[in-house]
């Protein structure tokens, strides 16, 4: 389920259409909400207009968008990591909103996939979507069972498996992101657990008393060093 117009917008811009168009009647009227609409039902979607006060019955936010869509699941098998030079794990992240935030993060900075595992909370959750900002339509993701799965699935198709690390780890700036890579970020409180098949672990360095960053700041900051790093090379 997608809530607002931009959010359905770029959900149907990334070729993904909704298998059915919701419009609140406070957004009857809207001009955005009707060309939107046109759009959609131009491909065939299905569109119901609701009576007063229903979407704020039915609608995850407080504020409730005058446009709701419901869209089939865009997650997809291991294979699709294949050829891939980074990858994105969220291993037991449970917070919505630093999913969505990594699947964002994970986007911008050009990953060729995000696989969630493990605790993970479900990458449909309304305010992960929501957080995601359409990223969850653009970055290929991968739904597996547990984390020694998709670390197993990973290095069998070539990528070294760095954990983010609270403390210690190789500096972030040090470290080849030119090689096929899986960063694996775990739980917000508890971090990655013990035992797992990791071929190294990464950290980033702070200069202030910030015990640690956001999930979804690190991930930002880890990525973006991956693509710095291939621009340089390009």
Not at 8 to 31: M, Q
Not at 32 to 59: C, I, N, W, Y
Not at 82 to 99: C, F, Q, T, W
Request: charged content about 20%; overall charge negative; aromatic content about 4%.
């Amino acid at each position: 389920m997608a809530e607002g117009t931009e959010l359905v917008r770029t959900a149907v811009a990334a070729g993904a259409l909704p298998e059915a168009l919701y419009v609140g009647a406070e957004g009857a009227s809207d001009p955005d909400v009707e060309s939107l609409t046109a759009h959609v039902q131009r491909t065939g979607v299905r569109v119901f207009g609701l009576a007063p006060g229903v979407m704020a019955k039915v609608a995850d936010t407080v504020t409730p968008q005058p446009v709701l869509a419901t869209f089939a699941m865009v997650d997809t098998g291991p294979a699709v990591v294949d050829g891939g030079r980074l990858v994105v794990v969220m291993a037991d992240v449970r917070d919505p909103g630093n999913a969505g935030t990594v699947l964002r993060s994970a986007d911008a900075a050009g990953a060729d996939a995000v696989v969630c595992c493990g605790g993970t909370v479900d990458p449909y959750n309304p305010k992960t979507v929501r957080s995601s900002a359409g990223s969850l339509f653009h970055v290929p993701l991968v739904v597996l069972a547990t984390v020694d799965e998709a670390l197993a699935a990973l290095g069998e198709r070539g990528y070294r498996r760095l954990g983010a690390a609270v403390r210690g780890g190789e500096d972030y700036t040090a470290v080849d992101w030119r090689r096929p890579t899986a960063l694996v970020l775990g739980n917000e409180s508890s971090g990655l657990p013990d035992g797992l098949a990791l071929d190294g672990s990464v950290g980033i360095p702070m200069a202030g008393r910030a015990e640690s960053l956001n999930v979804g700041v690190a991930c930002a900051v880890l990525c973006f060093e991956a693509l710095r790093q291939r621009r340089a090379t390009s």
